[in-house]
Protein backbone atom coordinates (compact mmCIF):
# COMPACT_ATOMS: atom_id res chain seq x y z
CA UNK A 1 0.00 0.00 0.00
CA UNK A 2 3.23 2.39 0.30
CA UNK A 3 2.56 3.65 -3.41
CA UNK A 4 -1.03 4.18 -3.16
CA UNK A 5 -0.73 7.79 -2.32
CA UNK A 6 1.38 7.77 -5.87
CA UNK A 7 -1.67 5.78 -7.73
CA UNK A 8 -4.21 8.46 -6.45
CA UNK A 9 -2.39 11.23 -7.31
CA UNK A 10 -2.84 10.70 -10.98
CA UNK A 11 0.53 8.96 -11.90
CA UNK A 12 0.26 5.96 -14.76
CA UNK A 13 2.79 3.49 -15.56
CA UNK A 14 5.00 3.27 -18.18
CA UNK A 15 4.22 1.93 -21.65
CA UNK A 16 6.54 -0.49 -21.71
CA UNK A 17 5.62 -2.65 -25.31
CA UNK A 18 1.82 -1.94 -24.48
CA UNK A 19 0.48 -5.11 -24.64
CA UNK A 20 -1.57 -4.55 -21.76
CA UNK A 21 -2.88 -0.94 -22.44
CA UNK A 22 -5.96 -0.32 -23.80
CA UNK A 23 -5.72 2.94 -25.78
CA UNK A 24 -8.99 4.41 -24.85
CA UNK A 25 -9.96 2.57 -21.87
CA UNK A 26 -6.69 3.12 -19.43
CA UNK A 27 -4.46 6.48 -18.04
CA UNK A 28 -0.98 5.50 -19.74
CA UNK A 29 0.24 9.27 -21.59
CA UNK A 30 2.36 10.98 -18.64
CA UNK A 31 1.65 15.31 -18.58
CA UNK A 32 -1.53 14.84 -20.16
CA UNK A 33 -5.29 15.77 -18.89
CA UNK A 34 -6.37 12.63 -17.30
CA UNK A 35 -3.56 10.65 -18.35
CA UNK A 36 -5.91 9.21 -21.18
CA UNK A 37 -6.61 9.63 -24.88
CA UNK A 38 -9.05 12.83 -24.92
CA UNK A 39 -10.65 12.93 -28.14
CA UNK A 40 -12.57 10.10 -30.03
CA UNK A 41 -10.97 7.35 -31.72
CA UNK A 42 -11.77 5.57 -34.91
CA UNK A 43 -14.17 2.64 -34.05
CA UNK A 44 -12.07 0.07 -34.06
CA UNK A 45 -9.52 1.14 -32.03
CA UNK A 46 -11.65 1.43 -29.11
CA UNK A 47 -10.69 -2.34 -28.63
CA UNK A 48 -6.89 -1.75 -29.76
CA UNK A 49 -3.88 -2.02 -27.14
CA UNK A 50 -1.11 0.67 -26.78
CA UNK A 51 1.26 -2.23 -28.45
CA UNK A 52 -0.31 -1.41 -32.08
CA UNK A 53 1.30 2.11 -32.10
CA UNK A 54 4.25 0.60 -31.71
CA UNK A 55 6.86 -0.77 -34.03
CA UNK A 56 8.56 -4.18 -31.82
CA UNK A 57 11.93 -4.32 -34.20
CA UNK A 58 12.42 -0.38 -33.93
CA UNK A 59 11.12 0.15 -30.11
CA UNK A 60 9.67 3.22 -31.70
CA UNK A 61 6.44 5.07 -32.40
CA UNK A 62 4.29 4.14 -35.75
CA UNK A 63 4.07 7.96 -36.25
CA UNK A 64 2.35 7.38 -39.54
CA UNK A 65 -0.14 5.06 -38.00
CA UNK A 66 -0.80 7.58 -34.74
CA UNK A 67 -1.65 10.40 -36.89
CA UNK A 68 -4.09 8.90 -38.74
CA UNK A 69 -6.03 7.06 -36.27
CA UNK A 70 -5.43 9.80 -33.43
CA UNK A 71 -6.48 13.85 -33.34
CA UNK A 72 -3.35 16.14 -33.31
CA UNK A 73 -3.53 16.94 -29.90
CA UNK A 74 -3.68 13.43 -28.36
CA UNK A 75 -0.90 12.21 -31.25
CA UNK A 76 1.59 14.83 -30.00
CA UNK A 77 1.31 13.49 -26.81
CA UNK A 78 1.32 9.89 -27.69
CA UNK A 79 4.92 10.84 -30.05
CA UNK A 80 6.48 12.19 -26.86
CA UNK A 81 6.69 9.23 -24.44
CA UNK A 82 9.92 7.64 -24.47
CA UNK A 83 9.91 3.92 -24.96
CA UNK A 84 12.74 1.71 -23.33
CA UNK A 85 15.18 0.34 -26.37
CA UNK A 86 15.34 -2.97 -24.27
CA UNK A 87 12.30 -5.02 -22.96
CA UNK A 88 14.29 -6.09 -20.18
CA UNK A 89 18.03 -4.24 -18.13
CA UNK A 90 18.69 -7.66 -16.68
CA UNK A 91 19.96 -8.59 -20.40
CA UNK A 92 22.50 -6.55 -19.73
CA UNK A 93 24.14 -8.03 -16.78
CA UNK A 94 26.64 -11.58 -17.53
CA UNK A 95 24.91 -15.01 -15.55
CA UNK A 96 27.29 -14.03 -12.22
CA UNK A 97 26.35 -10.52 -12.04
CA UNK A 98 22.24 -11.59 -12.80
CA UNK A 99 22.17 -13.84 -9.93
CA UNK A 100 24.05 -11.59 -7.41
CA UNK A 101 21.99 -8.48 -8.80
CA UNK A 102 18.74 -10.47 -8.04
CA UNK A 103 20.14 -12.03 -4.50
CA UNK A 104 20.03 -8.10 -3.19
CA UNK A 105 17.07 -7.25 -4.11
CA UNK A 106 15.29 -9.99 -2.28
CA UNK A 107 17.74 -8.99 0.45
CA UNK A 108 16.48 -5.78 0.12
CA UNK A 109 12.38 -6.26 0.05
CA UNK A 110 13.02 -8.88 3.14
CA UNK A 111 14.65 -6.27 4.75
CA UNK A 112 12.05 -3.75 4.28
CA UNK A 113 9.42 -6.41 5.49
CA UNK A 114 11.62 -7.15 8.40
CA UNK A 115 11.31 -2.90 9.43
CA UNK A 116 7.44 -3.28 8.55
CA UNK A 117 6.83 -5.45 11.69
CA UNK A 118 9.23 -3.54 13.73
CA UNK A 119 12.99 -5.19 13.33
CA UNK A 120 15.54 -2.51 12.83
CA UNK A 121 17.20 -1.92 9.89
CA UNK A 122 20.39 -3.31 9.01
CA UNK A 123 23.23 -1.48 7.93
CA UNK A 124 23.84 -1.54 4.36
CA UNK A 125 27.52 -3.29 4.35
CA UNK A 126 25.67 -6.60 5.70
CA UNK A 127 23.16 -6.55 3.06
CA UNK A 128 25.59 -6.86 0.13
CA UNK A 129 27.79 -9.49 2.62
CA UNK A 130 24.63 -11.26 3.23
CA UNK A 131 23.71 -11.54 -0.29
CA UNK A 132 26.80 -12.47 -1.52
CA UNK A 133 26.87 -15.52 1.35
CA UNK A 134 23.49 -16.42 0.96
CA UNK A 135 23.90 -16.69 -3.04
CA UNK A 136 27.10 -19.17 -2.22
CA UNK A 137 25.36 -20.77 0.30
CA UNK A 138 22.46 -22.25 -2.10
CA UNK A 139 25.23 -22.75 -5.20
CA UNK A 140 26.61 -25.13 -2.65
CA UNK A 141 23.18 -27.00 -1.60
CA UNK A 142 21.96 -27.32 -5.23
CA UNK A 143 25.61 -29.10 -5.74
CA UNK A 144 24.81 -31.56 -2.64
CA UNK A 145 21.45 -31.95 -3.13
CA UNK A 146 20.08 -35.16 -4.48
CA UNK A 147 16.76 -34.62 -6.47
CA UNK A 148 14.81 -37.93 -6.16
CA UNK A 149 11.95 -38.14 -9.03
CA UNK A 150 8.45 -38.39 -7.70
CA UNK A 151 4.69 -39.14 -9.36
CA UNK A 152 3.18 -36.60 -6.31
CA UNK A 153 0.86 -34.08 -7.51
CA UNK A 154 1.77 -30.48 -6.28
CA UNK A 155 -0.43 -27.31 -6.74
CA UNK A 156 1.07 -24.96 -9.64
CA UNK A 157 0.30 -21.48 -9.90
CA UNK A 158 -2.09 -21.68 -13.17
CA UNK A 159 -1.41 -17.96 -15.87
CA UNK A 160 -5.17 -16.19 -16.46
CA UNK A 161 -6.48 -16.31 -19.84
CA UNK A 162 -5.31 -13.79 -22.23
CA UNK A 163 -6.62 -10.28 -21.66
CA UNK A 164 -7.26 -11.47 -18.33
CA UNK A 165 -5.60 -10.42 -14.88
CA UNK A 166 -4.89 -12.89 -11.72
CA UNK A 167 -5.53 -11.44 -7.90
CA UNK A 168 -3.44 -13.71 -5.60
CA UNK A 169 -3.54 -13.04 -1.73
CA UNK A 170 -2.00 -14.33 1.46
CA UNK A 171 -2.11 -13.46 5.24
CA UNK A 172 -0.10 -14.64 7.79
CA UNK A 173 -0.64 -14.35 11.94
CA UNK A 174 2.04 -13.03 13.86
CA UNK A 175 0.93 -13.99 17.79
CA UNK A 176 4.91 -12.45 19.13
CA UNK A 177 3.76 -8.71 17.36
CA UNK A 178 0.34 -8.74 18.15
CA UNK A 179 -0.39 -7.99 14.48
CA UNK A 180 -1.25 -10.02 11.09
CA UNK A 181 0.46 -9.26 7.48
CA UNK A 182 -1.18 -9.18 4.18
CA UNK A 183 0.21 -9.34 0.90
CA UNK A 184 -1.70 -9.52 -2.61
CA UNK A 185 -0.37 -9.48 -6.08
CA UNK A 186 -1.83 -8.81 -9.91
CA UNK A 187 -0.04 -10.47 -12.53
CA UNK A 188 -1.25 -10.93 -16.08
CA UNK A 189 -1.20 -13.78 -18.63
CA UNK A 190 2.16 -13.79 -19.35
CA UNK A 191 2.97 -14.11 -15.63
CA UNK A 192 4.14 -10.08 -15.62
CA UNK A 193 3.60 -8.47 -12.14
CA UNK A 194 1.27 -5.29 -12.57
CA UNK A 195 0.03 -4.49 -9.15
CA UNK A 196 1.05 -6.19 -5.49
CA UNK A 197 0.88 -4.61 -1.64
CA UNK A 198 1.78 -5.67 1.69
CA UNK A 199 0.34 -4.35 4.86
CA UNK A 200 0.43 -4.38 8.34
CA UNK A 201 -3.05 -5.25 9.89
CA UNK A 202 -4.65 -5.67 13.23
CA UNK A 203 -4.08 -8.99 15.73
CA UNK A 204 -6.43 -11.92 14.48
CA UNK A 205 -6.94 -14.90 16.22
CA UNK A 206 -7.22 -17.23 13.22
CA UNK A 207 -5.47 -17.96 10.20
CA UNK A 208 -8.85 -18.08 8.97
CA UNK A 209 -10.20 -14.60 9.97
CA UNK A 210 -6.42 -13.32 9.00
CA UNK A 211 -7.38 -14.94 5.29
CA UNK A 212 -10.33 -12.75 5.24
CA UNK A 213 -9.67 -9.62 6.19
CA UNK A 214 -6.54 -10.23 3.19
CA UNK A 215 -8.92 -10.74 0.78
CA UNK A 216 -10.89 -7.96 1.48
CA UNK A 217 -7.71 -5.51 1.74
CA UNK A 218 -6.67 -6.93 -1.42
CA UNK A 219 -10.18 -6.58 -3.41
CA UNK A 220 -9.72 -2.84 -1.91
CA UNK A 221 -6.26 -2.22 -3.08
CA UNK A 222 -7.49 -3.62 -6.68
CA UNK A 223 -10.06 -1.54 -7.32
CA UNK A 224 -8.30 1.69 -5.80
CA UNK A 225 -4.87 0.44 -8.78
CA UNK A 226 -8.38 0.41 -11.56
CA UNK A 227 -8.85 -3.18 -11.78
CA UNK A 228 -12.31 -3.98 -12.72
CA UNK A 229 -12.07 -7.09 -13.84
CA UNK A 230 -10.00 -9.90 -12.28
CA UNK A 231 -9.76 -13.50 -11.59
CA UNK A 232 -9.53 -14.15 -7.27
CA UNK A 233 -7.02 -17.14 -6.17
CA UNK A 234 -7.16 -17.57 -2.33
CA UNK A 235 -5.69 -20.72 -0.67
CA UNK A 236 -8.77 -21.22 1.65
CA UNK A 237 -11.55 -22.99 0.54
CA UNK A 238 -14.49 -21.37 2.77
CA UNK A 239 -13.45 -17.76 1.95
CA UNK A 240 -13.22 -18.60 -1.99
CA UNK A 241 -16.87 -19.79 -1.77
CA UNK A 242 -17.86 -16.74 0.41
CA UNK A 243 -16.56 -14.81 -2.45
CA UNK A 244 -18.58 -16.20 -5.27
CA UNK A 245 -22.11 -14.38 -3.14
CA UNK A 246 -20.07 -11.72 -3.10
CA UNK A 247 -18.71 -11.08 -7.05
CA UNK A 248 -22.83 -11.73 -8.04
CA UNK A 249 -23.88 -8.34 -6.18
CA UNK A 250 -20.75 -6.01 -6.76
CA UNK A 251 -21.86 -3.44 -9.49
CA UNK A 252 -18.22 -2.86 -9.17
CA UNK A 253 -15.99 -5.48 -9.58
CA UNK A 254 -16.50 -8.79 -11.94
CA UNK A 255 -14.98 -11.67 -10.04
CA UNK A 256 -14.42 -15.35 -11.35
CA UNK A 257 -13.03 -18.24 -8.59
CA UNK A 258 -10.85 -20.35 -9.33
CA UNK A 259 -10.51 -22.97 -6.50
Not at 86 to 109: N, S
Not at 149 to 157: E, G, I, K, Y
Amino acid sequence: MVAMPILRSGCCWKVGNGEDIWVKKDKWIPNYPSNKVLHQVVEEEEEWRVSVHIDPDLHCWRRELIMASSQRDDAAAICKIPLSRRQCLVERLPKLELELFVTQAWIIWYQRNTMVHGVNMRELGWLNRRAAEYLDEHKKAQENLMITSTTASRLVWQAPPPAEYKLNFDATVFPKLQCSGFGAIIRNANEEVRAGMSAKGPYEDSSEEAEVMACRKAIEFSLEAGFARLIIEGDRLNVNNNLSDFAEKSPFLAIYMMI
